[in-house]
């Protein structure tokens, strides 16, 4: 009876869920907007797409002059190396005839991932067209930008893409392409607030930024300020929208493409400057490889491709002074983006005033649109859920295996065992995971690529292995030392070895004894899973958490992430009341059975 309770509230707990998840996929937004008109089933926006020289834009008018005063070029090259006389085979590529590059998927649209899954963007649009024009294949990964500088530097990628400003500073750790881009710095802060300029920015302001970028760089080097650092864009300007920060600096791209009338935040001031342009980040001592990208760079602008995909993808006015490729490269033809901007600007309504949004409003837009829900869920189920289970499975049994000879190296008699043991776990507990993993990934990597193809997957499984193996030892030691000495006393007494009762009667209760410790554990390595993305994965790799940051940054809304936590939350709450029932059971035993009366007086008669 015991057993059929609890079997019945898992499966309805399990079914709630589940039901939970479903409803959110098929339910519909009834999108209230400030003047209380409303669009069913609305279709969320595409960040991730081209959008075409009719959204052209001119230059902006509200500059800080002093940091936008033109400085010398000293990095442009004169001129390139002619495409017939660049020899692939003498690139440096990690796979001979294939670019390998890392990128990230939250920053469109010059850097994302598509509905379809593909790393897209302009940068990437470029760089696909540049290695059709070597003859190369490409090959995209997607990684966290703190680390992608790092993973070129130590050639587990070929190339990073992801809109780099080249500075000094970084120009010690990788080299870089002639220019392909420009950026502006974008101050965002609250519309109609007291952050007007860049000037305004003190001390006591939080000011949000995306860790590693340059803006990063810009506020603590440049303004002498210590900012809040974010992982991301969007989660930055979630931050600013519902008011944790006062102002967030970024790229002009990512910021006019997230910011509404209706957020209640504005653009109140750009920069640029000449000096620092945007490139693509190669190995510093690969100048064969930096040499014919800039070859490639330079026939794309010739032939019209780069004006082209300009076009479609960043339609704005070139700055004064700022031309693509090496100073021997043509001078695009582009379309008159200030006419274009400008013909919009008189033909488009007058704009009315919005008012903006309630604090919780702006929650349940960041965080509960329903059709962002439905729009996320088959892509979690379909690539994001089977990869994380691969690695929490993988890392699960190999950490249990590991674990348990640590446990019992830790008991050892012998000190040769016991403190290696015991060092091996005090590093693995010690240390963050994010480390750890990185350490493996990029330390081991290149090591054992041959082995692993340049593929980091499996490497990831077997951080998180090691990882798991440091505290699943701890439990099994401290299960095992929880049994009485009675039992190997017992056990001795009746002629067993050491080594037998510790196999047949010390081991199996301490086992038993941490279970729900050891079910904590695989939970725990079920979430940490979303920390292999630091090393580099291909679309079609990515585990929960990393599909829901990449439909989050295609629709700068923060609704799949909640998504993508469902489906955790699926998985692990329903696994934790499975373990607490066979604890349960392995505790108290089963449930006795009452005979009914008709049983009982068969077995009182036969007695």
Known sequence: MLAHRVGRKFVVLVSTLLLAVLLASCGTSDGGSSNGSSSAAAAPTELCSPPGVDSASSTPTNFDAAAAAATEDRYTTPSVTPLDRIDTSQLGLITPGQLTVGTLSDAPPSICVDGSGTYTGYDNELLKAVAAKLGLQINFSGTEFSGLLAQVAG???????????????????????????????????????????????????RIGVVQGTVQDDYVVNTLGLDPVKFPDYNTAYANLRTGQIDAWVAPSQQAEGLVKPEDGTAITQNT?????????????????LIDALNSGLDAIIEDGTWAQLYSDWVPRELPEGFKPGSKAAPQPELPDFAAIAAENDATAPAAQAVAPKSTFEQLGDTFFDWNLYKQALPDLLKTGLPNTLILALASGIIGTVLGMLLALAGLSRTRWLRWPARVYTDIFRGLPAVVIILVIGLGIGPVVSGLTGNNPYWLGAVALSLLAAAYIGEIFRSGIQSVEKGQIEAARALG?????SMRLVVVPQGVRR????????????????????????????RELFAVGRDLNAQTGNLSPLVAAGLVYLAMTVPLTHLVNYIDKRLRVGKAEQTLDPVEQAIVVERG
Not at 272 to 288: E, I
Not at 496 to 500: I, P
């Open 155 to 205: 050639r587990r990628f070929d190339v990073g893409s992801s809109s780099i400003t080249t500075t000094d500073e970084r120009r010690n750790t990788v080299g870089f392409t002639n220019g392909y881009d420009f950026g502006y710095f974008s101050l965002v802060a609250k519309a109609g607030g007291p952050i007007t300029a860049f000037e305004n920015l003190g001390p006591d302001t």
């Open 496 to 500: 067993f070895s050491y080594r037998r």
């Open 514 to 541: 941490v279970l729900p410790a050891l079910v904590n554990q695989f939970i725990s390595l079920i979430k940490d899973s979303s920390l292999i993305y630091f090393l580099g994965l291909l679309a079609t790799q």
């Open 272 to 288: 640029f400057s000449l000096n620092n342009f945007v490139g693509w980040a190669v190995a510093r001592d690969n100048q064969p």
